[in-house]
C-alpha cells in the first residue's frame, strides 16, 4: 500500500491546516489510520488515530481538543482536521496504516507509512 500525506504548508498561530492521507494499492481498508509527528531532532510522536470503522477516535493529550480525525473510507482518504494551532505543532507529519483495525498508539503498531508533509507554525 502507498500513502500520500499531503495539505501541510505555513500558517500564523492560532491558525487552521487540513491534513490528507490517501491510499492507493491495498488501501486501508480493515485497517486502523494514525497520524505521527516528528520535529528536528525529536523522536516521532503519535498524534491521533481512528479504527477502520471510524468510531472511537484516539488523540494524543497535546492535541486534544484541537485536532479531529475522520476517514472516508470509500475514498481511501483520512484527515487530520488541526485548528488553534500552535508554534510546538510545527513538525513534520506522517500518516500510517496500522497493522490491524485497533485505534494504536505506538509507531511499532504501525507498518505503512507516508512520506510526512511539514507544518511550521508561526508565532
Known amino acids: 500500500v502507498q500513502l500520500q500525506a499531503s495539505g501541510g504548508g505555513l500558517v500564523q498561530a492560532g491558525g487552521s491546516l487540513r491534513l490528507s492521507c490517501a491510499a492507493s494499492?491495498?488501501?486501508?481498508?480493515?485497517?486502523?489510520v494514525g497520524w505521527f509527528r516528528q520535529a528536528p531532532g525529536k523522536e516521532r510522536e503519535f498524534v491521533a488515530s481512528i479504527t477502520w470503522i471510524g468510531n472511537t477516535p484516539n488523540y494524543a493529550d497535546s492535541v486534544k481538543g484541537r485536532f479531529t480525525i475522520s476517514r472516508d473510507n470509500a475514498q481511501n482518504t483520512v484527515y487530520l482536521q488541526m485548528n488553534s494551532l500552535k508554534p510546538e505543532d510545527t513538525a513534520a507529519y506522517y500518516c500510517?496504516?496500522?497493522?490491524?483495525?485497533?485505534?494504536?498508539?505506538?509507531?511499532?503498531?504501525?507498518?505503512?507509512w507516508g512520506q510526512g508533509t511539514h507544518v511550521t507554525v508561526s508565532s
Open positions: 500510517a496504516r496500522g497493522s490491524g483495525p485497533f485505534v494504536y498508539t505506538s509507531v511499532r503498531d504501525y507498518n505503512y
Open positions: 494499492g491495498r488501501t486501508f481498508s480493515g485497517y486502523a
